[in-house]
């Protein structure tokens, strides 16, 4: 695995922090859904360190890493994954300032970043990806471990 990415799992307002993914073009299989917020670890950063800056630059929201929840090799994207459980700490939700919302011409085949709160009881309803993930993470929540 050449490249290791990190996500978290946000608890809040009753329900959980996705990016809602819209209009993607550059994915023939799926061109709206939603997903865990995070990306590529950098250079030196540790696994927690990323995870915090990462949503900080998505959600535009302070974190605190809490555990680590699940992990994926994923083979089609040459990647490892590794997703954590976060508390939310302060900020406004939705004021993110990363690449994805600059008009980067790098993303204009990446379609909408819509960053959204999903109540608990709707996130069965939505397509959640990673499935391997969205699955786990839909058993947990049903037995009451998030």
Known sequence: MDRIRVAGIIPMENGFAFMHRADVIKRKDFQDYYTFPGGGLEEGETL???VIREIKEEFGIDIKVTKKLYELNSEKFNQKEYFFLCEYIDGKFGTGTGPEFSNNPKY??????????????EIKNILLLPREIADKFL????????
């Not at 085949?109 to 709160?117: F, M, R, T, V, W």
């Not at 058993?139 to 998030?146: F, L, N, P, Q, R």
Request: no cysteine.
């Open 139 to 146: 058993i947990d929540i049903e037995e009451g471990k998030i």
């Open 48 to 50: 927690e360190e990323g």
């Open 108 to 121: 204009k085949d990446s379609g909408k970043y819509i960053p959204e709160i999903i109540k608990r009881e």
